[in-house]
């Protein structure tokens, strides 16, 4: 596992947009060199994973409910992982982690096998 900080979240109104990013709490890790996913967890729900990139073919995965509106991204010269929120809905509202590696992300979205998960980045959405 790759200890990871986010940052970026904060107060949004429905419709608005954030941006969050990760990045190795150690420099010396390469990001770019790594798969890496985005779990939210709402108060009183499970966490979920709603987007990951892959080193093949550069692929992405995005939990319907997010698709076309979420986009992630690396920012290599920043060794840092984006995810892009436009449109914001009240649903969107959670703490938000990025976590590196995850696997098995097909149909079910991207696994996560270890247990350090941060303190992540909280996303709030309200009118």
């Known amino acids: 596992q790759i200890h990871l900080v986010e940052s970026g979240g904060g107060l949004a109104r429905p419709g608005d947009s954030l941006t969050l990013s990760c990045t190795p709490s150690?420099?010396?890790?390469?990001?770019?060199?790594?798969?890496v996913g985005w779990f939210r967890q709402a108060p009183g729900k499970k966490r979920e994973g709603v987007s990951a990139?892959?080193?093949?073919?550069?692929?992405?995965f995005y939990i319907d409910s997010v698709k076309g509106r979420f986009t992630i991204s690396r920012d290599v010269a920043k060794n840092t992982v984006v995810l892009q929120m436009d449109d914001l809905k009240v649903e969107d509202t959670a703490t938000y982690y990025c976590v590196s590696p995850v696997e098995g992300w097909g149909s079910m979205g991207p696994v996560y096998q270890y247990d350090y998960w941060g303190h992540g980045t909280q996303v709030t959405v309200s009118p």
């Open positions: 150690n420099s010396s890790f390469k990001l770019r060199l790594y798969n």
């Open positions: 990139i892959s080193l093949s073919k550069d692929g992405r």
